[in-house]
């Protein structure tokens, strides 16, 4: 799908969309949870709906009303199969939850996305007998996971950390996660661990480890989703485009790791700043923007970026070369030069929401088209509707 982007200045209010970092971590503690539980702020992304299908093909009951989902817990030993489309955060969530099943799973996703690498849980399943078999657009995995320390890379992906720390609470057993590496997006654990403690589970968080007590039990509860700061940058991006843009729906005591954005904004928007972004990565295409429509950027940091839904940084270089700015992508680093100016080209969207989110914001300095627009399903489906509010439009076009 192809949209066209006009050239406009944003103006008025705008409510963040809720944050899809909670809510895959809410729902999946309510369907552990003994009872019916209510999570309210849960959007219609393509993600949201991976990980409501992968809780329902484990055995658990939902029911969907607007945003609100109420889920009756408890998962089932059936072997099934769990589909998990273009989700990175519920197929590395899910595997070990599966493992409770005592029966095999078979996740199916996207190619791209089974190919953004498991190692994590290759090297802790060899080591307890658990069989894990991949193809090009599957992984099953059949075993019982057992309590124990666990040694993990923390600069890989926080997602694997999160993904034991659901389980690790109901073995029979005490059970210790040690961090060998230092720990890149740290606040994605936070928000887990925020999460788990919502639902009655104690994490014990140590120096680069976790002390994870056994034989704990999930309590029901009632939950609500806070606004989500990675969506809220591409939002906020326009204020530093001339905008004056009020976003609402965020909490300011918010442990998400993406708050800094704004801090980050400051910094592009008065110099030529050296900015890492190891702790939040997801930030990446839309600095890179925005340091393109300013004075250029050196952001570190970026080596994971290879592993997103899109190679971001080399997408994103192809992409801001066809606006005339310079861009180097180094193994663990961009550089992105100055001198933004109107495409002659369509722009590409690589089948990555925050690509397209990142390149609209910056067409609404010229105006321009961009191919693959309805990646932004995955995370964000409305997006192009709630920035046409702010004054922001733009068109499908054959």
Request: net charge negative; proline share 3%.
């Amino acid at each position: 799908m192809k949209r066209k982007i006009e050239k406009g200045i944003a103006k008025g209010e705008i409510t963040a969309p809720p944050s899809k970092s909670l809510a895959h971590r809410l729902l999946i503690c309510a369907a552990l949870s003994n009872g019916e539980s209510k999570i309210s702020g849960i959007s219609q992304s393509k993600d949201m709906e991976a990980t409501l299908n992968c809780i329902s093909a484990l055995g658990c009951e939902f029911e969907k009303t607007g945003d609100d989902v109420w889920i009756k817990g408890g998962i089932k030993g059936t072997d099934t199969v769990l589909e998990c489309n273009e989700s990175g955060s519920t197929l590395r969530f899910f595997i070990p939850l599966a493992l409770l099943t005592g029966k095999a799973c078979t996740f199916h996703g996207s190619e791209r996305l089974m190919s953004r690498g498991l190692e994590v849980y290759e090297e802790i399943f060899k080591a307890q007998g658990i069989e894990l078999e991949r193809t090009k657009d599957t992984v099953t995995v059949r075993g019982t996971l057992k309590p124990d320390t666990f040694s993990v890379r923390g600069d890989i992906s926080s997602q694997f950390i999160s993904g034991l720390m659901f389980v690790l609470p109901l073995l029979n057993g005490d059970s210790i996660i040690n961090v060998t590496t230092e720990l890149e997006s740290s606040a994605y654990i936070d928000i887990t661990i925020e999460a788990l403690k919502l639902f009655g589970i104690e994490i014990t968080k140590g120096n680069n480890s976790f002390y994870i007590k056994g034989n704990q039990k999930y309590v029901c509860c009632d939950a609500q989703v806070e606004g989500d700061y990675s969506n809220a940058a591409f939002l906020d991006a326009f204020n530093i485009l001339g905008g004056d843009v009020s976003v609402l729906g965020l909490n300011p005591s918010s442990v998400q790791g993406d708050k800094v954005y704004g801090e980050c904004f400051e910094m592009i928007k008065n110099g030529t700043p050296t900015i890492d972004i190891s702790h939040c990565p997801d930030l990446g295409p839309v600095f890179f923007a925005m340091a393109a429509a300013h004075n250029g950027a050196t952001f570190t940091g970026t080596r994971r970026l290879k592993i997103k839904e899109s190679d971001r940084a080399e997408a994103m270089r192809t992409e801001l070369e066809k606006l005339g700015v310079a861009v180097t992508v180094l193994e663990n680093s961009v550089i992105v030069g100055r001198g933004i100016k109107a495409p002659s080209v369509a722009l590409c969207g690589h089948n990555d929401h925050r690509i397209v989110m990142a390149l609209t914001v910056a067409l609404s300095l010229f105006g321009g088209e961009i191919e693959g627009c309805e990646a932004v399903s995955k995370s964000y489906p409305n997006f192009f509707e709630e920035i046409a509010k702010i004054g922001i439009r733009s068109e499908i076009v054959l």
